[in-house]
């Protein structure tokens, strides 16, 4: 079975460009999460899809970052325009839906954004 | 706010047992104790939880204290490949809800 997968692996961009960052869950998994860590911090929660709805959206940044997950599937997080304190990990989550406790988050390898 | 305290960093021989404590004074009776540990680079990789009573997998072992206030992450035999920051979660359980990482504890197994 695959894993979560994250696409690029890496990506250098300017100040003030625009970068879409890639999230392919594991099959069947509903929930889809992101998280980030940036320089020399804990990593964070972003938000949380439960299939193609925003269950949870507290930890955005801003307003410069946008999720989407059209179709309860793959999902994509755009930054516009980034700014150098983007710079981190961004790293995508998926769970089955549903209580138990034994329905751990399985994260992706992350994709490093720097931005210059 | 994480809701765990955990010591930054530890050291450990290899093939001894790595024991890595974990203070949850506040828990709720209806949350469980997660452990979690991210490896260089690579993304959280899930490792155990429990909720009052001790856990065993094939990864490690959980030891929960009897009031829930503490906990203890074993590994029985560690290898240089478990060098990692491991992380300390108290949480409603149910993959539904996300995940509150502190500073975790950088484990370092030597040669």
């Known amino acids: 079975e695959a894993g979560v997968t994250q696409f690029p692996s890496h990506s250098v961009i300017e100040k003030g460009q625009t970068v879409t960052l890639r999230c392919d869950p594991i099959s069947g998994h509903d929930n889809l999460y992101w998280y980030r860590r940036v320089m020399g911090k804990e990593i964070k929660f972003l938000l949380h899809f439960v299939k193609e709805s925003k269950q949870d959206e507290s930890g955005m940044p801003n307003n410069r970052f946008l999720a989407e997950r059209t179709g309860g599937t793959y999902s994509t997080l755009k930054v516009q325009p980034a700014e150098l304190e983007d710079s981190g990990v961004y790293f995508c989550?998926?769970?089955?839906?549903?209580?138990?406790?034994?329905?751990?988050?399985?994260f992706g390898p992350g994709t490093r954004l720097t931005v210059t | 706010d994480a809701k765990t305290t955990q010591p930054p960093s530890m050291d450990c021989a290899e093939g001894r047992a790595a024991n890595l404590p974990c203070n949850h004074s506040t828990i709720s009776g209806n949350e469980y104790v997660y452990w979690y540990r991210q490896i260089h680079s690579q993304g959280p990789q899930y490792i155990i939880h429990g909720l009052k009573n001790n856990e065993t997998n094939e990864m490690a072992s959980l030891i929960i204290t009897e009031d829930r206030k503490s906990s203890t992450l074993i590994l029985p035999h560690a290898t240089l490949r478990d060098t990692a920051v491991y992380y300390c979660i108290v949480r409603v359980g149910g993959g539904s809800e996300k995940l509150v990482f502190g500073k975790g504890t950088k484990l370092t197994v030597n040669p």
């Open positions: 989550a998926s769970s089955q839906v549903g209580w138990a406790p034994s329905y751990e988050q399985y």
